[in-house]
Structures are given as C-alpha cells and as structure tokens.
C-alpha cells in the first residue's frame, strides 16, 4: 500500500513554456500532499504543502505565480511551472501523508519527475 | 528555521564493514524519519521513530531516536552493496505537517 505516482518521469521543455506535474495517491487518500525540489547530489527542499480544497501554502523565497499548485481532489496534486527558465531545471517529488490510522506525518514519496528546460 | 546536520556527509567502505549515520538538531521533534534515496528515484520510508530512546531495528539496520528527541543515528551492521543510497532523516515538528530534512548521507559500499 501507500503508492505515490508521478507523471512525467522526465521532460524537456523550451524556455518560457510552462509545464504541468501530476501527483497521485493510488491506493489512498491524503487531504495533504507536499511538492519538494531537489537539486544534485542534495536533501529535499519543501516547496509548498498542497490542501485539498484549499490554496497552497508555500514555502519563504517559492514563487508562488511560477510554481502553480492545484490539489483538486483526494488523491491528485498537480504543479504547474509557468514560464520555465533553465534555472528551473531540477528534479520535483512529491509526497502524500496517508491520513488514515497513522498518528504521525509519514509521507510517502513519488518517483520524481526530472524537468530539464532549454 | 529548524536544521537537521547529518555526518557523515559521504561515506565510502568496504562490504561487511559495520557504519553509523548521525542527524543531529538543537530542536526537539515528535517524531523523525528515516529515508533511503536511490538516484532518479523518491525517497523510500525505512522507519519511524517517536519516543525518546526508542531503537528499531530493520534486518541489519538499527535507528535510535535521542533521549531529548533531538538526534538520531542509522547503524548498518555488515554493509551491503544493495545498501548503497542517498540516507536522509527527516523531523516531524509538534503540530506542523512539514517534515524537515537533513542534509543527506551519501553511502558507497563497495564490493
């Protein structure tokens, strides 16, 4: 159980186009999924956590009108990077906390999705 | 803003030798995670822990979570190659759903 899916694995896109990420929950729901960065050979850095239903809350120094998120129901997030810049190259991971039965913020990972911009 | 220092920050033995990961913090969690990275891929939830003191153990790797509930430590006895990976604890703060990470170990056993 706890399976996070990602789509795209990778892409490549020109500079100034936007790009839209998906995260999904496959096997359960979470009202809270979490949109991290990771640059080469780094840790993880929050970018924003996502609500169901609600707005994003982002992270100090994380555009919020370049980094778009949308968590629209139960088990989907999307990110969306409007106007993507070569410096927005990096590697996006998702996670979702499994609300269900776990008294503690376990959060299970997507594969990522490694965005190389031209 | 809450850091989470982990040392070593690279690790390269031999397979068989035994090793330990420290994730040290001045702030207090209520619970810290450990995660194993592979490149290219997420993050893969090893374990938990939530008490102060508590060890868990996972086949050849034990986690002790700190008597203050501020550090933690990875122990791999008999280091594999399949153990090879990026190694990160991560903190839970009381009430707040973000988790912080630390700064990663990267491990290298070497056949």
């Known amino acids: 159980g706890a399976v996070v899916s990602q789509h795209p694995s990778w892409v490549i896109c020109k500079s100034g186009t936007s790009v839209k990420i998906e995260c999904r929950s496959l096997?359960?729901?979470?009202?809270?999924m979490f949109w991290y960065r990771q640059f080469p050979k780094q840790s993880l850095m929050l970018m924003a956590t996502?609500?169901?239903?609600?707005?994003?809350?982002?992270e100090q120094g994380v555009e919020k009108d370049k980094f778009l998120i949308n968590h629209a129901s139960l088990t989907l997030s999307t990110l969306t990077v409007t106007s993507a810049h070569p410096e927005d190259s990096s590697f996006y991971i998702c996670?979702?906390?499994?609300?269900?039965?776990?008294?503690?913020?376990?959060?299970?990972f997507g594969p990522g999705t490694r965005l190389t911009v031209l | 803003t809450q850091l989470l220092e982990q040392s070593p920050q690279f690790l390269s033995i031999q397979e068989g030798e035994n090793l330990t990961v420290y994730c040290n913090s001045s702030?207090?969690?209520?619970?810290l995670q450990w995660y194993r990275q592979e490149p290219g891929e997420g993050p893969v939830l090893l374990v938990t822990?939530?008490?102060?003191?508590e060890v868990k153990k996972l086949k050849r790797l034990t986690f002790q979570f700190g008597d203050a509930r501020k550090d933690s430590s990875l122990h791999i006895t008999a280091a594999q190659p399949g153990d090879t990976g990026l190694y990160l604890c991560?903190?839970?703060?009381?009430?707040?759903?973000?988790?912080?990470f630390g700064t990663g170990t990267r491990l290298t056993i070497i056949p």
């Open positions: 991560a903190g839970e703060d009381f009430g707040n759903e973000k988790l912080t």
């Open positions: 996502s609500n169901e239903g609600s707005k994003a809350t982002y």
């Open positions: 822990v939530v008490t102060g003191g």
């Open positions: 096997d359960f729901q979470a009202t809270t």
């Open positions: 996670s979702a906390r499994d609300q269900a039965g776990v008294p503690y913020n376990e959060q299970f």
């Open positions: 702030s207090v969690f209520s619970s």
